[in-house]
């Protein structure tokens, strides 16, 4: 692999909607990543990832992310202000910024480079400016395994063992906390949650202080030039009057799942720790005319049913995207009415083992369902 430098608005464009389809629905808004690219180039900075094999194998990398599904709706003006908020302190990139440095300052080392943990529109860029911000690389891979995740013990490196503390959190009011440590990434992750629910919005955060030498046993490499690849396939597809969906599904060799028009949307309004939760019922079209699709979703796609039995789930990725353009979006953007296709894809190799299934897999989310590989499941199916 090489490194990898975007220089144009398009190739930004490109990235984006490759990381917002590779994400499931989930890894935050195109928009806000757009935006965040965007003023880089402007600025005249360069936005570019790095080949892990670049790096030394003493050098510090840490993850830096936000926290937070669904925008949560901010408390009331005078409950805030008895709470001492007055003011916002931080930005979300400030945020960001400011758990890097509080994780670097509580654990007494200089990090030398940015990791993703997940791919995602908004969960990529993001953290990619953040990078420039501390004047640090971000490298070539993730830890989610080439998408996106609601929770953090379902990462690569929690499989294999890795801790995830210490962890850092930070509130746009200005809160700071460091986990130094925790009885189980699971409680970490809520601990998060309720950070994000008590400060009435996204936090930024920080985690998996890990060397070069460590990233590499639990890294999805290459991941970022796969999603810039994939988004300029779609484009390149359209312009040339391909069928974009059937470009997308080539691209990261994978499978049509179904296409057609949701015709019923449920969301969750229950307390849900700032995770997106809802469902999607489709009424089949061309290729699919004569039978019924049901998709749910926790932030990311994860359980299918296919005329009412059970069909594709997690850890396998199920990507919605708009049935002409093949254009992506997030799980809880679609509306009833809109035409889409659902692809399919292969999981990561360790999200795919025991440990993984256990941690994604639909039993995992409440589920009497076990997992059955996508492949084994396009097979049995008659759509």
Request: hydrophobic content about 40%.
């Amino acid at each position: 692999m090489r490194n990898v430098i975007l220089r144009t608005r398009q190739e930004c464009e490109d990235f984006v909607r490759g990381l917002c389809f590779m994400a499931t629905g989930g890894g935050g808004s195109p928009e806000v990543g757009m935006r965040a690219l965007l003023e880089q180039l402007q600025a005249g900075c360069k936005v570019e990832w790095i080949d892990v094999d670049s790096l030394p194998s003493q050098a510090w990398t840490v993850v830096v992310a936000g926290m937070g599904g669904r925008p949560t709706v901010g408390g009331a003006e005078e409950e805030l202000a008895k709470l001492g908020c007055v003011e916002e302190r931080h930005d979300y990139l400030s945020m960001l910024v400011t758990s890097v440095r509080a994780l670097q300052d509580s654990s007494g080392v200089e990090v030398q480079a940015i990791v993703p943990v997940e791919i995602g529109a908004d969960n990529v860029p993001v953290p990619m400016v953040a990078a420039m911000e501390l004047g640090l690389p971000v490298v070539d891979g993730d830890y989610a395994g080439g998408r996106a995740i609601p929770e953090v013990p379902q990462t690569l490196p929690e499989i294999r063992g890795v801790p995830v503390c210490p962890m850092s959190f930070v509130t746009r009011w200005g809160d700071v906390l460091i986990l130094r440590d925790t009885v189980s990434t699971a409680m970490a992750d809520r601990i998060g949650r309720m950070v994000n629910l008590a400060s009435y919005g996204e936090i930024g955060c920080a985690c998996y202080l890990m060397q070069i030498r460590d990233v590499k046993e639990v890294l999805a490499t290459g991941t970022l030039t796969e999603a810039l690849r994939v988004g300029r396939v779609i484009r390149e597809a359209r312009e040339s009057g391909i069928d974009p969906g059937a470009a997308a599904v080539r691209a990261v060799d994978g499978w049509l799942l179904f296409q057609g028009e949701i015709t019923e949307t449920e969301i969750a309004d229950e307390q849900s720790y700032a995770f997106g939760l809802g469902s999607y019922e489709l009424r089949g079209v061309r290729l699919s005319e004569g039978h019924s699709f049901k998709i749910w979703y926790k932030n990311e796609y994860h359980v299918s049913w296919i005329d009412g039995k059970p069909f594709v789930t997690s850890p396998d990725s199920m990507i919605m995207v708009h049935l002409e353009t093949a254009e992506p979006a997030l799980s809880f953007d679609f509306s009833v009415g809109d035409r889409v296709a659902v692809i399919g894809r292969k999981g990561h190799q360790i999200h795919r083992t025991l440990e993984g299934i256990e941690v994604l897999g639909p039993r995992h989310f409440g589920f009497d369902l076990d997992y059955v590989p996508i492949e084994d499941r396009v097979k049995e199916s008659k759509v």
